[in-house]
T-cell receptor, first 112, second 117 residues
Framework: GQQLNQSPQSMFIQEGEDVSMNCTSS?????WLWYKQEPGEGPVLLIA?????ELTSNGRLTAQFGITRKDSFLNISASIPSDVGIYFC????????????FGDGTTLTVKP | GAVVSQHPSRVICKSGTSVKIECRSL??????MFWYRQFPKKSLMLMAT?????????EQGVEKDKFLINHASLTLSTLTVTSAHPEDSSFYIC?????????????FGSGTQLSVL
């Protein structure tokens, strides 16, 4: 089946630092989604990418959809403590949205 | 954005009892909802697709008699963990989408932490 590999698995950074994480796939996706899950909560959509090569920003977050449609990165600039959480990339299933393929997540810890 | 409400957020129960978790779409109708299970620091694992007015579709390896799903209305799906045992302890999350989920993403409930003693 389809797989999404996220790296790094976890990050421990100082407040104010920039963060970069990426996601690679064994197959092509036409849409790429990035979610954030805070402790004890459900995931929340951060950014959606629709076109190969697309670069999209949402506040301090920037994400790009790779040209090959098999990879994506998410950058967070000037991190703050509330950025703590698990960041998941996801590729939608063609016929069942609930079966979206999720990466294993990147756990981000921000030290004040 | 769309709101999906999940209740309870946390439940502790004795082994052998049944636990019901509710998932509601507050500002949209959802003919389909999804139930996931998540282990600590792991990704979401789809358990089943809840279909309004019909039987749920379970993923391979998920016991349908163990995890009963009911989707009686367009805004409510329930997951009942029957005869819960300690190995059922986990974080359960539901999701739904008001529109094209593959384009706009899924909206998730806040999750239910189940602890079976």
């Amino acid at each position: 089946g389809q797989q999404l590999n996220q790296s790094p698995q976890s990050m421990f950074i100082q407040e104010g630092e920039d963060v970069s994480m990426n996601c690679t796939s064994s197959s092509i996706f036409n849409t790429w989604l990035w979610y954030k899950q805070e402790p004890g909560e459900g995931p929340v959509l951060l950014i959606a990418l629709y076109k190969a090569g697309e670069l999209t920003s949402n506040g301090r977050l920037t994400a790009q959809f790779g040209i090959t449609r098999k990879d994506s990165f998410l950058n967070i600039s000037a991190s703050i403590p509330s950025d703590v959480g698990i960041y998941f990339c996801a590729g939608p299933h063609p016929t069942n949205a609930g079966k979206s393929t999720f990466g294993d997540g990147t756990t981000l810890t921000v030290k004040p | 954005g769309a709101v999906v409400s999940q209740h309870p957020s946390r439940v502790i129960c004795k082994s052998g009892t049944s636990v019901k978790i509710e998932c509601r779409s507050l500002d949209f109708q959802a003919t389909t909802m999804f139930w996931y299970r998540q282990f600590p620091k792991k990704s979401l694992m789809l358990m089943a697709t809840s279909n309004e007015g019909s039987k749920a579709t379970y993923e391979q390896g998920v016991e349908k008699d163990k995890f009963l799903i009911n989707h009686a209305s367009l805004t409510l799906s329930t997951l009942t963990v029957t005869s819960a045992h300690p190995e059922d302890s986990s974080f359960y999350i539901c999701s739904a989408a008001p529109g094209d989920a593959n384009h706009e993403g899924l909206f998730f409930g806040s999750g239910t932490q189940l602890s079976v003693l």
